[in-house]
C-alpha cells in the first residue's frame, strides 16, 4: 500500500543553518495549530494540530472531512529531515537538470555529482552547453520534480497541503520553498 508523502522543502537552507531553521519551521507550525507535540515511547513526534483542516484540500469523498475532533488521526506523523537530502516527486523516468545559467536541459543524469551531494552534503554541475560550474541545489529539473537541499518537513498520509500553508511556511523560513508528492 505505501504511505503518501508530501514534503515542504526549503531551497536556500544552508547546512549550517538547516536544524535552526527546521526548529522555527516546526514551532510555526506548532504555533497555528497545524501540528501538534504528542509525546511518544520516551520521544515526541508532530501529529495534526486543532487546526489542521484549515491547511489541507478535503473533498467530501475522502473519511477525513467526516472527522469533527482529533479522536482518529487525519494523517500520519509530520518530520523535520535537517540534512542534505534528495526530495522528490514521483518519477516517471529520469529528470533533466536545467543549468541556472543558460536554462538548457542536459539529460544526462549526473551519478557522480549525486553520490558526493549524499557523502558531502556539496556537490557541483558543469553545464555542457555554457560551460559554467554551479552548486547541485541552484539547478532545476523538469517538472519541478527534484531537489537537492538541508532541509524538508514531510507530511506522511495527510490529505493535499493548502498552497496558502505552503507559502506562508515559505514567508516564515524566509526562503523559496517547492513542494513535493510522491508514494513511498
Known sequence: MGTYRQTVVDLEASGDEAAALGERGRAWLVAEGVIRPVPWRGDVVHLAGPRWREAVE?????????????EEEPG????VVARPAVFHSDLSEAPAAIC?????????????????????????????ACARRSPLPHWDWTDDSLAFAHLGFEFD????LLPELTAAL???L?????????KI
Open 174 to 182: 524566509g526562503h523559496r520553498i517547492r513542494q513535493f508528492a510522491c
Open 157 to 160: 498520509d495527510w490529505p493535499p
Open 100 to 128: 541556472p545559467h543558460c536554462r538548457s536541459a542536459d539529460p544526462a543524469v549526473p551519478r557522480e555529482a549525486f553520490d558526493t551531494w549524499h557523502a558531502t552534503g556539496a556537490a557541483d554541475l558543469d553545464c555542457p
Open 58 to 70: 478535503l473533498v467530501s469523498w475522502d473519511w477525513r472531512a467526516r472527522i469533527k475532533d482529533l
Open 76 to 79: 500520519g506523523e509530520v518530520g
Open 170 to 172: 515559505g514567508r516564515e
